[in-house]
Nanobody, 125 residues
């Protein structure tokens, strides 16, 4: 299992940027694929972005494509989510997750076996 701790959330205005971090311990990034998910009040958890264990392939939800960027620092065992041009509809608790299995699917929460505690992002209009 991987232990994950998110940070970087906060209250920002629409149009600004924020970078979330997820510090991982227990396994190195070369052995797990990583993802970001979010859950807004009263809504289902939804996929935001993912990066495969190779670090080469990245995937994004249509709602964030072109605005968010997922990346990782292998030396620091830290995952990032750079969020630009934030919108009020991006308001949610953001979670990072790790998938230790080799799955084709990356956008479903069910393939991830470790989760962080979440960090709140609030975007005001």
């Amino acid at each position: 299992q991987v232990q994950l701790v998110e940070s970087g959330g906060g209250v920002v205005q629409a149009g600004t940027s924020l970078r979330l971090s997820c510090a991982a311990s227990g396994r190195t990034f070369s052995s797990v694929s990583m993802g970001w998910f979010r859950q807004a009040p009263g809504k289902e958890r939804e996929f935001v972005a993912a990066i495969r264990r190779s670090g080469v392939s990245t995937y994004y939800a249509d709602s964030v494509k072109g605005r968010f960027t997922i990346s990782r620092d292998v030396a620091k065992n830290t995952l990032y989510l750079q969020m630009n041009s934030l919108k009020p509809e991006d308001t949610a608790v953001y979670y990072c997750a790790a998938n230790s299995r080799s799955t084709v699917v990356v956008a479903s929460g069910s393939v991830y076996d470790s989760w962080g505690q979440g960090t709140q992002v609030t975007v005001s209009s």
